[in-house]
């Protein structure tokens, strides 16, 4: 279909005009460049193999090779960073009018580097306090600068919304494919090797039984989680109140057969009562506040 999004996320040193015109005949028509930042002390810290420059040539390369629909994704809250550094990093982004801006706050995760320099003393973890500083003030300036906040962490210009990501966050099916790949069909979520030899042999494998009148066993698939009703309630909520417009309530009655508000009226009390959550026009909405802490709205809501 002319209408698919076929969309590539690439990283800046991977990239030159010619490679992405190649993408374009192939039908790729969305960019997602993972710039991360435009200061390249940050990038090293990062251990980003690109420089702050080639970020700016990569997106250039992708205007001058025809894509039009491109997307920069940034990091913030990261060690050391102050909110001078931050702001011009949105700055450059917005000076090269992307069609969307993916915003990903920092967090340290157990058994990499980052976590082993924090450990030692060698740098800070990001301060809560200045990431929330961040991106209340990236919410103020993107606003102004004409991007849609559709996700908490997404900005887009009219018409520019990711299809991909929205796929997850309306809790729609989704079938991956290649070594490592996720999918959601037919009730159950699930994964296939990610080693890819491994991968291939096991759908050689595959093959092989439907070949010889057998049935198509899957041998790839290495783990699968049937989502049960519980499960799929608390997705539902959990996943659509990333989304700015929150969850139609009249939808989640009509999919599960009861009302959301009394189905978890315990785990949303307090949130409630905190300002994060909030009832508007028949839907339930994460407050601007509440995108600042979804965590602990979300952590409320998982099934025990």
Known sequence: SPEAEISLEANPGSLDEAYLRGLLELGFNRLSIGVQSFHDDELQALDRTHSAAEAGEAFQAARSAGFRNVSIDLMFGLPEQQMASW?????????????HISLYALTVEEGTPLARDVARGRTTAPSPDAQADQYEWTEERLAKAGYEHYEISNWAKPGYRCEHNLTYWRCREYLGLGAGAHSYLDGVRFAVAALPTTYLELVDESWQDLQSGGEMKMRQVVSGEPITPELAMADTLILGLRVVEGVELAQFQQQFGM???KRFEEELREPFEAGLVEEVGGNLRLTRRGRLLGNEVFARLLPD
Request: charged residues 30%.
């Open 87 to 99: 702001q011009e990093s949105v700055e450059t982004a917005l000076a090269l009018e992307p069609d």
């Open 259 to 261: 009302d959301a508000l």
